[in-house]
T-cell receptor, first 111, second 116 residues
Framework: SQQGEEDPQALSIQEGENATMNCSYK?????LQWYRQNSGRGLVHLIL?????REKHSGRLRVTLDTSKKSSSLLITASRAADTASYFC???????????FGTGTRLQVFP | DAMVIQNPRYQVTQFGKPVTLSCSQT?????MYWYQQKSSQAPKLLFH???????NEADTPDNFQSRRPNTSFCFLDIRSPGLGDAAMYLC???????????????FGAGTRLSVL
């Protein structure tokens, strides 16, 4: 399977703490995306990082990409209870219109 | 607001009774996707349309069919639902090569299917 792996599978933290989740993938990529999914809802695109970028920021989100290790991390700083959700990385399936999703990390932020 | 809308949000059907899920979009995206997502798993692509071109995943059961009568609408038909087909079904759209030159997908809220 080409599916990416994410770790941890589940993460529980207190509000105000930082949350870090990691994604590993198997093939060469043009870019990597992170999506968020609230319970019982669809996925929402958060941020995209291109293969020639090493780090990208968007608000409280920081994404890193290491193409030599085929890995990425998503850091959420100063977490809030509203950040409770599942987070998925996704890589482009080259030469197709498809994405390859990782296995996801379930984040629980306690007030 | 431009968006992807799925109806219904919740669908209950009986074992073996055909069911149709619908998706509409106002984004004017040329690609539409159907995913199946089971609890605590990643979305699994069933098939997608690039304009009118239908692309089936190799492991999508024949029980699942799709129709795209126009750019805005796409339907998922489950001909004979089994208990194992109970899941969340997600529709998504994209316009590959758009402003971001990347395949950013826009998802509907999903339809949760229960099979009794």
């Amino acid at each position: 399977s080409q599916q990416g792996e994410e770790d941890p599978q589940a993460l529980s933290i207190q509000e105000g703490e930082n949350a870090t989740m990691n994604c590993s993938y198997k093939t060469s990529i043009n870019n990597l995306q992170w999506y968020r999914q609230n319970s019982g809802r669809g996925l929402v695109h958060l941020i995209l990082i291109r293969s020639n970028e090493r780090e990208k920021h968007s608000g409280r989100l920081r994404v890193t990409l290491d193409t030599s290790k085929k890995s990425s991390s998503l850091l959420i700083t100063a977490s809030r209870a509203a950040d409770t959700a599942s987070y998925f990385c996704a890589t482009d399936d080259s030469n197709t219109d498809k994405l390859i999703f990782g296995t996801g990390t379930r984040l629980q932020v306690f007030p | 607001d431009a968006m992807v809308i799925q109806n219904p949000r919740y669908q209950v059907t009986q074992f073996g009774k055909p069911v149709t899920l619908s998706c509409s979009q106002t984004l004017n995206h040329n690609v539409m996707y159907w995913y199946q997502q089971k609890s605590s798993q990643a979305p699994k692509l069933l098939f997608h349309y690039y304009d009118k071109d239908f692309n089936n995943e190799a492991d999508t059961p024949d029980n699942f069919q799709s129709r795209r009568p126009n750019t805005s609408f796409c339907f998922l038909d489950i001909r004979s639902p089994g208990l194992g087909d109970a899941a969340m079904y997600l529709c998504a759209t994209s316009r590959p090569g758009g402003a971001a030159k990347a395949n950013i997908q826009y998802f509907g809220a999903g339809t949760r299917l229960s099979v009794l």
